[in-house]
């Protein structure tokens, strides 16, 4: 089960995932980067405080949209990613191209100084 | 007298022994002959005693002898024809009616060419002459007899014609009745007295029992019924025609024999008569109901032809025109068609088997029908509500009243039949009742053919996965290349019935391994085929002897063309030197290693950095990687494993964990691979409650080093 919120603020856009992504989902997420790049946006935050779970199907999501935030030159964020899943991150490696902060405010900071 | 019945009887004893052996054609042929003979020996017994009447001498012959040759020419005869009859039995009804009225004229015709000699003879002194009187009178009875036995058994045919148990034992106790009646004038010399009443009551009630045993009848078409009535109108005159002509006989004579107060040939009079006359009158009673048996009969069949399966290489279309004709038919239509919805959202409604009407008044019924109730309804919606049929009258100059059909297979319409008729109300329950029965019928031919085409395409479906399946075992190794050093044993197994797991070795030379464990983004039959694709790269790029950092970095060169957008591999590639006890590795993105040291006592997970295959589709792959290099010793463990065990879920929804792993490994250090390989998967199944994990495909490789 997966919920996702877009959230604009005044200089970026928020995506908060809630639940777990797997196969099944993964296009929601899939729809809603590509939302987000079609309308502009050039400052992308993710909240993944209540992220459970992310399966490779979810993580292959994120991937295949590297190569776009790099071309267009936006700023992507992951926050709030628990121990387990960020241990994900981790080890498939994808910490390496992906920005992962702890907190929010972090995040933030990060797009300030961006 | 005992001497002349006794000697009649073993003459028939004997000629019945040898009737059994003769075929046949023979048979009938010997009937006749016997028949024949009996009638000419019945003949001249009696032509001498009427000679000795006449010339008054007594007693040369008794009567007995006449009773006893006459029984056996019944006897003869009708044993004759019940072969006969037997014989033919493909015959149908008509002809055995008209063989039946045939004889009935070949009788009437001989008595009138008697009556025309002796009208011929006038006055003459011949035609007073009692001995040719008599022998005419032969002729008459003759004639007569054969008549009535031959129509008789004709009539044996039609009662027996749907044989039921009752029907047949009351033939068969008739047969004994006429039987005994032969047999009767023996014992009762005089006529007319009780017995003789009795038994022809008796003779008559049960003649009309068995009479009315008509179920032939309605099968008789339309111009049989009107041909068997006039056989049967021909076989009443003659019955009666010849029986007039017996009692004529009777009166008239002095010197004479009277064969005819036989209560078997009366019986038979009666018998045939009384058929006769209730066939008859039931035919011509059933005359003008006889287009509706005709009518259930043809609905009877088209039922059996649309309930017959569609056979391979036909199609929906020849049951839906079947179905029409029958509809069509049974309601005896004026004019109708037969819609049919398109399958595609694109395409506009078929109509087909269009009957008796041309486009132009069909579009007309059509636009009329829409705007009348209550078609207007139905048809802005017509797979709203399940309507079987909708009728109704239309104000249209040409056709009254319309019954719209729809038709169904897999609670999907798929069109609706138009029938039309010039008169009002033209539609009775009976008509829409066969009609929703066709379709019915129709519906489950059509969904029968349907279902049994998806279930070959499933059966497809299921061959090309067993395929697949056969695909990814191959994926695996058959055999785990190792040498004295060192002890390896391998489990894998896949959530579908195809998985994404990969694990292989491969031996450079007699110290020199390569091992690789892969993990592939999803699950099924995708996975499977980009985790063959990998292990082609592996067995290209192996044979290279490159460092597992170079290595890598080519593997993802390569794969990096063949992966999906959104897919990714995860691995690790070793290579093990069992001389120098070296073993280098990189990790791309794989769980990492867990290794167990005998020097620290415990087991830890080899953290290089790194980073899974196909992510990053460019030169800047390498740097993303991380060499590690080990120096083992005699006892030391690697285990090599996919997410599938760590992420195994038990019943409260956490995980198996990297912890549990390492525990385990601590615990079962001392064992062999083999053993420690068994046990962790023990623990894991364990843990998960049950002895397979759903989710996710899951593999494991243990090495223990020996020296």
Known sequence: MLSINKTAKENHLTISLKGEVDASNSVELDEVIQEALDAKSKYILVDGNELEYISSAGLGVFMSYLEDFQENQITFIIYGLNEKVMNVFHILGLDQLITIKSTKEEAEKSLDEA | ?707
């Open chain 2, 1 to 707: 007298m005992i001497v002349t019945d006794g000697f009649w009887y073993s003459i028939f004893i004997i000629v019945r022994f040898y009737m059994v052996k003769l075929p046949q054609i023979q048979r009938g042929k010997i009937y006749i002959l016997l028949a024949t003979l009996s009638w000419l020996a019945l003949l001249l017994v009696n032509l001498i005693r009427i000679f000795g009447e006449v010339n008054q001498m007594e007693g040369l012959i008794s009567k007995e002898i006449t009773w006893i040759l006459e029984i056996l020419f019944f006897i003869w005869l009708y044993i004759f024809f019940n072969d006969a009859i037997n014989k033919n039995e493909n015959r149908n009804f008509i002809d055995f009616i008209w063989r039946a009225a045939s004889t009935g004229l070949m009788a009437t015709g001989t008595s009138f060419l008697i009556i025309f000699f002796y009208y011929l003879l006038d006055d003459s002194r011949l035609s007073k002459d009692p001995l040719l009187k008599n022998f005419f009178y032969h002729v008459n009875f003759a004639v007569a007899s054969i008549f009535l036995i031959s129509t008789a058994l004709s009539w044996k045919y039609l009662i027996l014609y749907q044989r039921s148990k009752a029907i047949v034992q009351q033939w068969q106790a008739y047969e004994v009745i006429l039987l005994i009646s032969m047999f009767f004038v023996l014992i009762y010399q005089e006529s007319f007295n009780y017995g003789f009443m009795f038994g022809l009551i008796f003779l008559i009630i049960y003649g009309v029992i068995l009479s009315i045993n008509l179920k032939w009848i309605p099968y008789l078409t339309f111009k049989e019924k009107w041909k068997s009535i006039l056989f049967l109108v021909i076989i009443i005159s003659c019955t009666v025609f010849l029986f007039l002509r017996l009692v004529a006989y009777s009166q008239q004579n002095i010197h004479f024999v009277n064969l005819s107060e036989n209560l078997f040939l009366l019986g038979l009079f009666v018998f045939v008569l009384i058929y006769a006359v209730f066939s008859s009158l039931v035919t011509l009673f059933n005359l003008p109901t006889s287009s509706v048996f005709e009518q259930k009969l043809t609905e009877a069949i088209s039922f059996q032809k649309l309930s017959q399966s569609i056979k391979p290489g036909e199609n929906e279309e020849q049951v839906l025109d079947i179905l029409m004709d029958s509809c069509m038919s049974a309601a005896y239509v004026d004019a109708g068609w037969l819609e049919i919805f398109p399958t595609e959202p694109e395409e506009s409604s078929k109509i087909h088997l269009q009957k008796f009407i041309s486009n132009s008044e069909r579009q007309e019924i059509m636009e009329l029908l829409k705007k009348t109730a209550p078609f207007s309804a139905y048809l802005s919606n017509p797979s709203i509500e399940r309507t079987e049929y909708l009728y109704g009258q239309i104000p249209h100059e040409v056709y009254k009243s319309v019954l719209i059909v729809s038709v169904w297979a897999n609670k999907n319409i798929l069109g609706n039949i138009f029938l039309l008729k010039e008169v009002k109300s033209g539609f009775n329950n009976e008509m829409i009742n066969i009609i929703s029965t066709f379709t019915g019928q129709t519906s489950i031919s059509i969904e029968n053919y349907r279902l049994l085409n998806e279930a070959i395409k499933n059966e497809r479906y299921k061959e090309e996965l067993e395929i697949a399946q056969r695909v990814q075992r191959s994926l695996l190794p058959s055999e785990l290349h190792h040498n004295n050093c060192f002890e390896i044993d391998g489990f894998s197994a896949a959530a579908d019935e195809v998985g994404g797991d990969y694990y292989e070795t491969y031996q450079f030379d007699k110290e020199n391994f390569a091992l690789i464990i892969g993990d592939v983004s999803g699950k099924g039959t995708s996975a499977a085929f980009n985790m063959s694709q990998m292990k082609g790269v592996f067995h290209s790029l192996v044979q290279l002897n490159l460092q597992p950092k170079n290595f890598l970095t080519k593997a993802n060169n390569a794969l990096s063309r063949c992966l999906e957008k959104n897919n990714f591999i995860t691995t690790t590639y070793y290579t093990i030197n069992t001389l120098s006890k070296q073993i280098n590795f990189a990790r791309a993105g794989h769980c990492p290693t867990l290794y167990y040291s005998v020097e620290n006592g415990c087991s830890r997970f080899l953290n290089i950095k790194g980073m899974g295959l196909g992510i990053v589709r460019n030169n800047g792959f390498e740097q993303y990687l991380e060499e590690g290099q080990l120096q083992y010793q005699p006892g030391d463990i690697m285990v090599m494993y996919t997410d599938g065990i760590v992420e195994a879920k038990n019943n409260e929804n956490s995980e198996f964990g990297y912890d549990n792993l390492k525990q385990l490994l601590d615990r079962f250090s001392a064992l062999s691979a083999v053993e420690i390989r068994k046990k962790i998967i023990e623990e894991v199944y364990d843990f998960v409650g049950r002895e397979s994990l759903p989710d996710d495909d899951y593999s494991i490789l243990v090495i223990k080093f020996k020296a």
